[in-house]
Structure formats: structure tokens, C-alpha cells
């Protein structure tokens, strides 16, 4: 799952990708699939990692967190210095064009990237695969409702632990099974 490595200043990228696996499965007769990227577990207002957060301890975000509606409340167990928190993690701005049908950019152009939903890869592709002969694997909604971090180590919120691989694992098998039954009836 390539999407997670996609910074939001590469979103044009992603986008890009997205539009380019959509041509290749519309060439083939291979069926092609898309893993939802899970979210970041980081304890910040949306899950993303910050400066700020080099000593935090992943947590399981709430769904406020994950549309990037909360800040963290408690800067002592979250060892976040709020004044941080709120620095800009990338090298530049996400662009407008590629997020003003996705989301009220006016809105939100004010607080990116602390308020960018953590879900803003699969906001960004899944409508660009509706339709389309590549398939999607649903993770995101899996791994966030088991209500727990899912993460490897206690500070790197990204990369998922056993438990995290195993659901994700078991998804993909569940959803490549379904596409072999389709294609055998």
C-alpha cells in the first residue's frame, strides 16, 4: 500500500497514481486491487505525526480525531508541546485543487494541516476508483473500530503491530477470495 508513503504536499501524486491504476486495470484482464491506507495513531488532532510528537505513545483515535476536529487535551501524557503541535510537519502547502471537491477548503485552509482529516488518502482516491474496474480492500474502518492502537513500537504510529498485519492480512485473503468466486460463477 504505496498511499501511506504519499505526504499531504504529494496529494497531486497520489491522485496522479490513482488515475494511472484505473487506466492500467481498464488494460488488462488481471484484476487489480486498492488496500485502503489505515490511519496514523499518532495523539494528535488527527493522528498525524508532528515535531512535537517525537516522544508520544500511539493511541487509538477517537472519531473526532480522525476528522481532525480534537487537539490534544492532556499535553502531559501526550508529552506534546502545544505551541509545536501546530507547526506546519511538511515542506510545503497540500494544493487546492487537488482537495477543494473532497473537502470545504475554506474552511479548512486556515488550520492545515491540524485539522486535515487522517483519512484524506482514501477521501482523495476512493472516488477516483467508484466505478472502475480496480477493487477496493477495506481496512481503515476495521482497524479503527477494534478501539486500540494497532501500532508496532510505542513512538512509531504508522507501521502496524501483529494484531494490525494479521486484520489487514485477513481482509485482503477475504476479498481476493470473493473476487475468485465472482470470476468462477
Keep these: 500500500n504505496g498511499g501511506h508513503h504519499f505526504g499531504l504536499f504529494e496529494a497531486h501524486l497520489l491522485k496522479f497514481k490513482a488515475e494511472k491504476l484505473v487506466s492500467y486495470a481498464d488494460?488488462?484482464?488481471a484484476t487489480m486491487l486498492f488496500l485502503e491506507t489505515p490511519h496514523e495513531q499518532y495523539p494528535t488532532s488527527n493522528?498525524?505525526?508532528t515535531p512535537a510528537c517525537s516522544n508520544c505513545t500511539c493511541v487509538a483515535l477517537s472519531d473526532a480525531q480522525l476528522a481532525g476536529n480534537e487537539t490534544p487535551f492532556d499535553p502531559v501524557r501526550f508529552q506534546i508541546n502545544i505551541s509545536e503541535h501546530w507547526m506546519w510537519t511538511e515542506p510545503r502547502a497540500p494544493s487546492r485543487g487537488v482537495f477543494e471537491k473532497e473537502y470545504e477548503w475554506n474552511n479548512m485552509s486556515r488550520c492545515v494541516p491540524?485539522?486535515?482529516p487522517a483519512n484524506w488518502r482514501n477521501d482523495l482516491?476512493?472516488?477516483i476508483l467508484r466505478g472502475t474496474k480496480v477493487g477496493v480492500i477495506p481496512v481503515t474502518w476495521q482497524l479503527h473500530g477494534s478501539g486500540k492502537p494497532l501500532t508496532s513500537t510505542y513512538s512509531d504510529c504508522t507501521h502496524r503491530n501483529l494484531e494490525g498485519l494479521w486484520t489487514m492480512q485477513e481482509q485482503v485473503l477475504?476479498?481476493?477470495h470473493e473476487v475468485a468466486r465472482r470470476r468462477k460463477d
Design 27 to 29: 488494460n488488462t484482464t
Design 47 to 49: 493522528g498525524r505525526h
Design 114 to 116: 491540524s485539522c486535515f
Design 125 to 127: 482516491v476512493l472516488p
Design 174 to 176: 477475504r476479498t481476493v
